[in-house]
């Protein structure tokens, strides 16, 4: 038998050969760890780790192509999937026919209960751009998700002594666990040596806890599926759920998925995504932030024709962002999947009307927009904008749970139109630099600290808008930018810039100013913004940091 050795924790034993924890196995953490989970991961590990590792190879390998003056096209070979009319994905699972708001956030116990309680129809619980892989989070996450389903869950805040409770049932939102991308790995579980892909480790844990519980509740084991770049990694998350469902004997087509659409070369395969899913699809989703992430990284290396303006400045009815939402609309209804809108980053505050205000009024717009092209859903990122994302899905739908019956057969999208940056309108100024510098600066602070979402500014920050903060620095000092007062973008003075925000930062938070903390992602931001090599992911440098 091989031993579950957990540092810091108690030692226990997951029969299984070749599996070993190295995290602490804190209170509880058993429940989650047993030897059945861990050898579901274990097999999806075995089955898939090598497929995984050849497909973010395929993922560098396109990118040496782009760098060289390579471009993105539909794809040849896959044509007749196109052409194809007679295929459909899927009908909708129950839970999943309506989806009219969907909520986001991370799974600690507050959260958690705050988001299934919040009237939204969807949950997105996420183990990724919300949140801080630290192993605890993990672990306490996917404890917290069971609790709920046992309807165990409750918390009292020790500080306001809030306590807070599960509405019923039937009021609570659809559960959609969104795992990491296959770029991430989980260090703190290691098959036949190797560190474990950090997708199959939260989906394997997710699924095996959760599936014969939600079909109980005539629900189902749902998932979001984030950052993927070609219809190949779609295939192998088809394979995963075929290989988990046969272990636990649960029907081939009972997990369903979302996938993410936030990576611009997805965006010239959706169609193959939703044909390589169709039994398990539940649709797509237009992850905006991520998307503008990877246009920026895609073609980091291109010059000023592929350079953005600041990032306040792109907007959604930008030519590029406008041909990706409206292609994303026409392809999931010709194949009758549900299309779900994005987040907007405005967070609404209990406190300053003012700011409330702008968000409401700056969400509507943004759910309006969405709504009248054709989109079934939307997310928003507080309980507090979940009635106006509502409201304005419910003067587009009525009664009926979705618009997958609007075809949208007048969208014509070209390579051109998803490829055409250069017609954003919008500027790169000093203030857009420090902006980005202070946005960076400030994420990674609060992402070293464990938490993935913080609202900066009164937005909502996460991996993806740090993400597009930091690129958009290291691509205007790589493509010799200027700003729109004439300054050339240099590390040196990208370097004098760091030294000013964190002043301020220092002077704005005064004793909460974690000295240390904010050392390590001064450290961070020049690994992942100031060196010569490019870092695909800012959370794979930022990882390192924990043991
Ligand atoms: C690019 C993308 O991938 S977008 C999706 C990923 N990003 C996210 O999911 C971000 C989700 N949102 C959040 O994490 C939060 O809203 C934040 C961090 C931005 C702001 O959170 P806070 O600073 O706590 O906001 P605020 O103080 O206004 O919260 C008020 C209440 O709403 C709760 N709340 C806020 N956001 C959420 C949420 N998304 N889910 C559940 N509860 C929430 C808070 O817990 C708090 O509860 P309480 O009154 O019981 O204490
Ligand atoms: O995950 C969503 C995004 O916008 O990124
Ligand atoms: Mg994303």
């Not at 991370?106 to 705050?114: E, F, S, V």
Request: glycine letters at 8%; charged letters at 30%.
């Amino acid at each position: 038998m091989a031993a579950l050795e957990g540092r810091g924790g108690r030692t226990g034993s997951v029969g299984r050969v070749g599996i070993e924890v190295t995290g602490p196995i804190n209170e509880r953490y058993d429940e989650i760890l047993t030897p059945e989970a861990l050898g579901l991961v274990a097999t999806l590990q075995r089955e898939l780790g090598a497929r995984r590792k050849e497909l973010l190879q395929a993922r560098a390998d396109r990118q040496a192509h782009l760098s060289s003056g390579g471009t993105l096209d539909f794809l040849p070979e896959t044509a007749e999937i196109r052409a194809d009319e007679s295929w459909r994905v899927a009908a909708p699972a129950p839970g999943l026919e309506d989806r009219r708001v969907e909520i986001t956030g991370p799974t600690d116990r507050k959260m958690t209960i705050n988001a299934l309680n919040s009237g939204a129809k969807v949950w997105l619980a996420d183990f990724e751009d919300a949140n801080t892989p630290l192993w605890d989070n993990m672990i306490e996450g996917q404890l917290n998700l069971r609790d709920a389903l046992d309807r165990t869950i409750d918390f009292t805040d020790s500080k306001s002594g809030k306590s807070y409770a599960l509405k019923a049932d039937e009021e609570l939102a659809t559960i959609v666990v969104r795992p990491r991308g296959w770029h991430m790995e989980e260090k703190h579980l290691l098959v036949d040596g190797e560190p474990v892909s950090g997708s199959l480790f939260d989906f394997a844990l997710y699924f095996f806890h959760s599936a014969r519980r939600q079909l109980a509740k005539g629900k189902g084991p749902y998932y979001y599926l984030p950052k993927m770049e070609s219809h190949l990694e779609a295939r192998l998350w088809n394979d995963a759920f075929n290989i988990a469902q046969d272990t636990l004997e649960i029907p081939r087509g009972t997990i369903r998925a979302t996938v993410l659409i936030e990576t611009i070369p997805a965006a010239f395969e959706m169609e193959e995504i939703l044909y390589e899913l169709r039994d398990h699809s539940a649709g797509l989703n237009a992850g905006r932030w991520d998307y503008l992430f990877s246009v920026i990284k895609k073609f980091r290396d291109r010059g000023a024709d592929f350079v953005l303006p600041e990032r306040n400045a792109i907007t959604m009815t930008a030519p590029f962002m406008r041909a990706y939402t409206e292609l994303l609309v026409r392809t999931c209804h010709k194949r009758g999947a549900h299309a779900i809108g994005g987040m907007a980053a405005f967070i609404p505050s209990r406190k300053d009307e003012e700011v409330n205000k702008i968000a409401l009024e700056k969400v509507r717009a943004d759910k309006t927009r969405e709504s009248n092209d054709g989109f079934d859903g939307s997310w928003v990122a507080h309980p507090d904008l979940v009635p106006v994302c509502r409201e304005v899905f419910d003067g587009v739908l009525g009664d009926k749970p979705n618009q997958r019956d609007r075809l949208r057969e007048d969208v014509r999208v070209s390579a051109a139109d998803l490829l055409n940056v250069a017609a954003t309108p919008g500027d790169i100024t000093e203030a857009g630099l420090r902006g980005n510098v202070d946005v960076a600066l400030r994420y990674l602070a609060t992402w070293l600290n464990g938490s993935g979402a913080v609202a900066i500014h009164n937005l909502m920050e996460d991996a993806a808008t740090a993400e597009i903060s930091r690129s958009q620095v290291w691509q205007w000092i790589y493509n010799g930018i200027s700003t729109k007062e004439g300054q050339k973008i240099t590390k040196e003075w990208v370097e004098q810039i760091l030294d000013d925000e964190l002043a301020k930062i220092r002077e704005e938070l005064g004793d909460a100013f974690n000295e240390p903390r904010f050392n390590e992602a001064v450290a961070l931001f020049k690994d992942v913004t100031l060196a010569d090599e490019y870092k695909e992911f800012l959370t794979t440098p930022a990882y390192v940091h924990f043991p």
